[in-house]
Each structure stands twice: as structure tokens, then as C-alpha cells.
């Protein structure tokens, strides 16, 4: 089989992160591309899902609460010790 040379650029502590998990596996970097490679052909596509991460509905109304209260801080009471907060909450 012929083989032939690719090269890329990458974020140099990726790459270090890549090669440990690699070898950790028992492979080296160009082995690992090559699996990616190979099964990109094998499924025509990428070999995983790639999604857009979306926030479920009670996460989306958390994030917008949060923005209220950065807007309108004065509407809502604030803490600045642990001790007198937890009193409040539990009395």
C-alpha cells in the first residue's frame, strides 16, 4: 500500500492532549487519523454526531432570570456572607 504524508495545523496544546490520550490507547497520532479517517468513509460522513449543544427550556428561563436580575438589580435582595443567607433561607 502506498502511503503518502498530510499535514495540518493545529493548537499546540491540543495536539499535546491528543498524543497522550493516543498513546494512552496504545496508538500513535498518525493511527488514530487514520481510524477517523477510515470510518468518515465507511459511514460517509463524520463518525460522530455534530449537534449544536441548545440549553433545555428550564436552563433557557434560568439564563433569562439571570439577565433580569443583572438588569434590575435592585428588585432582588443580595448576599454578601454565606452564614446570613442560609439563616434566611431555612427560617
Known amino acids: 500500500?502506498?502511503?503518502?504524508?498530510?499535514?495540518?495545523?493545529?493548537?499546540?496544546?491540543?495536539k499535546k492532549q491528543a498524543q497522550e490520550l493516543f498513546a494512552a490507547l496504545g496508538m500513535d497520532m498518525t493511527t488514530a487519523v487514520t481510524i477517523f479517517?477510515?470510518?468518515?468513509?465507511?459511514?460517509?460522513?463524520?463518525?460522530?454526531?455534530?449537534?449544536?449543544?441548545?440549553?433545555?427550556?428550564?436552563?433557557?428561563?434560568?439564563?433569562?432570570?439571570?439577565?433580569e436580575m443583572k438588569k434590575h438589580p435592585e428588585r432582588y435582595k443580595g448576599y454578601t456572607d454565606v452564614d446570613a443567607m442560609m439563616k434566611e433561607l431555612l427560617d
Do not use: C, H, Y
Request: glycine share 2%.
Open 37 to 67: 479517517l477510515r470510518q468518515a468513509i465507511q459511514r460517509q460522513g463524520l463518525p460522530f454526531e455534530v449537534t449544536l449543544k441548545r440549553p433545555n427550556p428550564e436552563t433557557i428561563e434560568a439564563l433569562a432570570e439571570v439577565q
Open 1 to 14: 500500500m502506498a502511503t503518502t504524508s498530510m499535514n495540518i495545523r493545529m493548537d499546540s496544546a491540543l
